[in-house]
């Protein structure tokens, strides 16, 4: 291949790659790997500028810009940093950096380079005035009400010595035991699973919905002041004054000295690092005087007075046995790589998921191949690619199954996406199966005693085919049942006698309505009352409620006119489960806000929109789009829109803010 052709060819990979890691947030290959592909084409374009591109992927920086969020400029860009691998590289920039400075004493700060997504925030008088995403360095992405959820980022910092103004740079993560918990929730509900807490940090972060943000419980750390008015000349002090003030810095920051000490920092926590509550992915090391970081500059990228190492992710290659084809609840067949055991960060890996047909092909997987597995994040086992020295010639390309591997019925293809459903949905046991237990869940019905096992159980043994059926269970016919005792037995009717207390957005929730979870079907419940009118509506009229939309709402819309769902639903109600909003639900809780016209504008802390909107219906208020001499007062949260301002000064209607609200309220 000669170079225009690896030109053109390594722009395209990086371009794909790119779109995987920003958009997508489905990364295929490690950054290492990535990193890599980026000098080979850096160094190719620098041998032959003749083929120069102002769009080459070595022109600009990655952005996580999204629609549905205001772009702000960032005052100073937010620069990447340059990447080494190993101890060699690090010491060769420790001797440049001695070099540049010309012989002068100088001290390097190490820290940890925390796996997130990264924020820089601006706080004036004390106060956090703005947050604002990396996006592509020169512009990001306004998260500032999202941002104010996370409760270890102060609202107003304590007192101290910070300047008027200034600016903090540092990484929203989501703790392991967050990530764990979400991911586990996803696959539960048969959603794709984030590769590791950096994607999951990411994609929380660009949320609509505030509130759901404050349930992921993100966590941040701080390592780097801008501002004309620092309180100290080196980084290493401004880091502990941020932490005076409230912010959360890493407690494994270290002032180094000499390159040994920078060699040990490298040593101990290549080791240690696994032992910390959050993900990271290397180190950092920076020149501690500033004097001499701006004597030092920076490159058209990067400065030159910082440097970050990476940790290499654990790897082992290790033999395919065979490809396995599941079917989920929702129909969607997975493919899975069934591996011989091998030992990865500290536990034995035997199965992989190859997520769907698309990743199989990419990979180009065939029968007996050796296959590089890591786990992403450490927690996920993940396949990288494949081990060609070790392929035989004659072996066949693996192949995604045409029907599905449960019940035969031919697959289809999802619309846009890279999925194979079995549209057996009635008919096929592992679906059938999956609804029962997802039915019976804690978060569902919470019906005690039945799950994944007594699903397939009751199923096998023809007395529960579908979910009406399990309100005909009884202890008789749980007893002649193997590995059902009479305590189980007895502890399975009192769970689903409890059941039909359980609430209309729970029930909607059971009911594996696709595409409605259960954030959805707290938004629907008191906005339809019953199911009777959910079942009477058209499309149009389901898509106007608040967060659904024209997909979620054709998904409701076709599943309520399927005879079995039908059935289903009216057995429930012959079993008496809640159909419908409760009356005390519906009657309000109060009359403070009785007779009262408001408007809601702006972002707010403690709770979302529509909450507020239930508030005040609850209280006997009514709820307006906009501003017009009836209104009462508006609920003026931050960021409200200068016009809507205006309006008021110029109506004379009062501005209330959030915690006033919620006063008169108490």
């Not at 392991?176 to 590769?195: G, T």
Request: hydrophobic share 35%; with cysteine.
């Amino acid at each position: 291949m000669n170079p225009k052709e690896r030109i053109e060819t390594l722009r395209q990979e990086l371009n794909r790659h790119n779109h995987n890691y920003y958009a997508l947030n489905a990364p295929v290959i490690s950054d290492q790997e990535f990193d890599m592909l980026m000098k080979e084409l850096e160094q190719l374009e620098k041998e032959h500028p003749e083929y120069a591109d102002p769009l080459s992927p070595t022109q600009r920086v990655g952005s996580d810009l999204t629609k549905g969020f205001e772009h702000v400029t960032h005052a100073r860009p937010m620069m990447s940093l340059a990447n080494t691998y190993n101890i060699e590289e690090v010491d060769d920039w420790v001797k440049r950096v001695s070099t540049a400075l010309e012989g002068q004493d100088f001290n390097i700060v190490g820290e940890m380079k925390f796996d997130g997504t990264s924020i820089s925030i601006t706080y004036r008088n004390g106060r956090m005035v703005r947050a604002v995403t990396r996006g592509d360095g020169t512009q990001g992405d306004d998260v500032t009400a999202n941002v104010k959820t996370i409760r270890s980022i102060p609202l107003e910092l304590l007192p101290g010595d910070w300047p008027e103004e200034f600016e903090i740079r540092g990484e929203i993560l989501m703790p392991w035991e967050v990530f764990e918990k979400l991911n586990a929730e996803r696959a539960y509900n048969e959603e794709p699973l984030f590769a590791n807490p950096r994607n999951a940090a990411s994609g929380t972060l660009k949320m609509q919905d505030s509130r759901e943000v404050a349930r992921r419980h993100l966590d941040a750390r701080f390592y780097y002041l801008l501002s004309d008015n620092l309180p100290s000349e080196n980084h290493y002090d401004n880091i502990l004054h941020a932490a005076q003030w409230g912010f959360k810095i890493s407690k494994e920051m270290a002032l180094l000295k000499t390159m040994k000490d920078v060699d040990d920092y490298i040593a101990y926590w290549d080791e240690h690092r696994k032992e910390l509550p959050v993900a990271t992915d290397g180190l950092v090391f920076k020149v501690n005087n500033r004097r001499q970081q701006i004597s030092m500059g920076a490159t058209a990228k990067s400065p030159r007075w910082a440097v970050a190492f990476k940790f290499n992710p654990e790897r082992e290659c290790t033999p395919l046995r065979f490809v396995s084809f599941e079917t989920g609840r929702m129909g969607i067949v997975t493919p899975v790589a069934n591996l011989e055991p091998v030992q990865l960060s500290g536990t034995v890996v035997k199965r992989a998921s190859l997520h769907n047909d698309d990743i199989i092909q990419e990979l180009d997987i065939h029968e007996g191949d050796w296959l590089y597995v890591e786990k992403a994040g450490e927690i996920i086992p993940q396949i990288m690619g494949v081990d060609m020295s070790h392929r035989n010639p004659d072996a066949l390309k693996i192949k995604f199954v045409t029907n599905c591997p449960e019940c035969g019925t031919p697959l289809q293809r999802i619309f846009g996406d890279a999925a194979w459903v079995c549209p057996n949905k009635y008919g096929c046991r592992p679906q059938i199966t999956g609804r029962i237990e997802h039915f019976c869940a804690r978060r569902m019905m919470d019906i005690d005693g039945i799950g994944e096992e007594t699903a397939e159980l009751l199923y096998a043994a023809g007395l529960v085919e579908n979910i009406g059926q399990i309100y005909d269970l009884t202890e008789e016919k749980l007893a002649t049942l193997d590995r059902i005792g009479p305590k189980t037995a007895a502890r399975i009717i009192k769970g689903i006698e409890e059941s039909k207390l359980r609430p209309f957005e729970r029930v909607l929730y059971a009911l594996s309505i696709p595409n409605v979870g259960e954030t959805t079907a707290k938004r629907i419940a008191p906005a339809v009352v019953s199911m009777d009118r959910l079942m009477a509506m058209e499309p149009e009229q389901i898509a106007a409620i608040p967060d659904v939309g024209p997909i979620i709402a054709k998904c409701i819309y076709d599943f309520l006119r399927e005879p079995i769902n039908i059935a289903n639903i009216e057995a429930l109600r012959r079993a008496g489960i809640q159909l419908e909003v409760s009356e005390d639900r519906l009657r309000p809780a109060g009359d403070r806000l009785q007779g009262k016209t408001i408007v809601i504008s702006g972002t707010f802390l403690h709770h979302s929109r529509d909450e507020y909107k239930e508030m005040i219906a609850a209280q006997g208020g009514k709820n307006a789009g906009s501003i017009s001499k009836k209104t009462s007062f508006v609920l003026a949260g931050e960021n409200m829109g200068p016009a809507k301002r205006e309006k008021c000064q110029q109506l004379d209607i009062p501005m209330v803010n959030e915690e006033d609200f919620l006063k008169m309220l108490e």
